[in-house]
Nanobody, 124 residues
């Protein structure tokens, strides 16, 4: 089993920043990609950002490119999402997820473990 615990969510005004963290524990495996997704009530969970095991490959949903940065510290089994220039449309519950492969894609079905989510609220 793998446990993922997110932290760092909160409320911020438009233009502000937040940094989300996701700590993995348990049988994490030797090499795994990680991703961040978000979900608004009544809508499907959508991909936000992903990072390969090495950290050498990162990819983003178009609306967050240039504003969000995903990174990881494998020694701490932790992945981060730095969110700058936040907009009201970024308001959602943010989830981190683990993929069993070293490189993962943008679809939720490619990830096998999920955190409980952390709320991000951006006011105008």
């Amino acid at each position: 089993q793998v446990q993922l615990v997110e932290s760092g969510g909160g409320s911020v005004q438009a233009g502000g920043s937040l940094r989300l963290s996701c700590a993995a524990s348990g049988r994490t495996g030797s090499a795994y990609a990680m991703g961040w997704f978000r979900q608004v009530a009544g809508k499907e969970r959508e991909f936000v950002a992903g990072i390969s095991w090495s950290g050498g490959h990162t990819y983003y949903e178009d609306s967050v490119k240039g504003r969000f940065t995903i990174s990881r510290t494998n020694a701490k089994n932790t992945v981060y999402l730095q969110m700058n220039s936040l907009k009201p449309e970024d308001t959602a519950i943010y989830y981190c997820a683990r993929s069993p492969g070293a490189v993962a894609g943008i679809h939720a079905f490619e990830y096998d473990y999920w955190g409980q989510g952390t709320q991000v609220a951006v006011s105008s």
